[in-house]
C-alpha cells in the first residue's frame, strides 16, 4: 500500500526448491519488514532491517534468508530448510524501527506442492 | 519476552451493535498500534496510542491505552458492514525497537 510492491501475488513452487520473494518500497524508508501469516492467525515477524547492509532475525527466522543491499528493497529467500513454507508472506516498511507506523504491502501467497 | 493477547478471537455481530476488542501485554509499553485487514487483504494502520490514559476517536471508533500502558481497547459503534475484517494490536515494548503483533480479533457483521 502506499508505494511498497510485493511481486509476485501468487507463487508455486515445488518441495525442496528455494524461492524468492521481491519487495521494493519508494517511501524513503530505513527500516523494512518480512511478516508470515497462517489463516486465522497474526502477524509473525521473520526479519527486519533497521538500515541498509543491517538486518536482524525476528521470532521464526528459520529457514528464511534476507538481504538489504539497497534501501529500496528487501528480498526474502524462502530456502528448502523452512518445514512449513506455505503461507501468506507480507512486506511492510517504516521511517525508523522505533516509532513510526508500518506501511504494508499487498502480500505474496506462496504455495509449495 | 513480550506476550501478547488479543481478545476475543473472533466476534460475528448484528449490523448496529457494538463491538469491542482488547489487546493486553505482559510488560510495560512505550505505545501501540492499531491495524485493520479486510479480506483477503493486507494490513491497514489505523492509529497509534502513546501517552497513558489516552483515548482516541476516528468517527465511530474509539480507541484507548490503559493507565499502566499494558493494555489497550478498540471499540466500534453501531457496526457496519464495511467493519468487517481481522483488527490487529501491535505493541512496542517500552524499550524495543520492534512491533509484536496480536494474534487479531475476527469481526463480521451480519447485515
Known amino acids: 500500500d502506499g508505494g511498497i510492491t510485493q511481486s509476485p501475488k501468487y507463487l508455486f513452487r515445488k518441495e525442496g526448491q528455494n524461492v524468492t520473494l521481491s519487495c521494493e518500497q519508494n517511501l524513503n524508508h530505513d527500516a523494512m519488514y518480512w511478516y508470515r501469516q497462517d489463516p486465522g492467525q497474526g502477524l509473525r515477524l521473520i526479519y527486519y532491517s533497521q538500515i541498509v547492509n543491517d538486518f536482524q532475525k525476528g521470532d521464526i527466522a528459520e529457514g528464511y534468508s534476507v538481504s538489504r543491499e539497497k534501501k529500496e528493497s528487501f528480498p526474502l529467500t524462502v530456502t528448502s530448510a523452512q518445514k512449513n513454507p506455505t503461507a501468506f508472506y507480507l512486506c511492510a516498511s517504516s521511517n525508523s524501527a522505533r516509532r513510526d507506523t508500518q506501511y504494508f504491502g499487498p502480500g505474496t501467497r506462496l504455495t509449495v506442492l | 519476552g513480550q506476550q501478547v493477547m488479543q481478545i476475543p478471537q473472533y466476534q460475528h455481530v448484528q449490523e448496529g451493535e457494538d463491538f469491542t476488542t482488547y489487546c493486553n501485554s505482559s510488560?510495560?509499553?512505550?505505545?501501540i498500534q492499531w491495524y485493520k485487514q479486510r479480506p483477503g487483504g493486507h494490513p491497514v494502520f489505523l492509529i497509534q496510542?502513546?501517552?497513558?490514559?489516552e483515548v482516541k476517536k476516528q468517527k465511530r471508533l474509539t480507541f484507548q491505552f490503559g493507565e499502566a500502558k499494558k493494555n489497550s481497547s478498540l471499540h466500534i459503534t453501531a457496526t457496519q458492514t464495511t467493519d468487517v475484517g481481522t483488527y490487529f494490536c501491535a505493541p512496542r515494548e517500552e524499550y524495543g525497537n520492534k512491533l509484536v503483533f496480536g494474534a487479531g480479533t475476527i469481526l463480521r457483521v451480519k447485515s
Open positions: 496510542l502513546v501517552k497513558s490514559g
Open positions: 510488560t510495560t509499553l512505550s505505545n
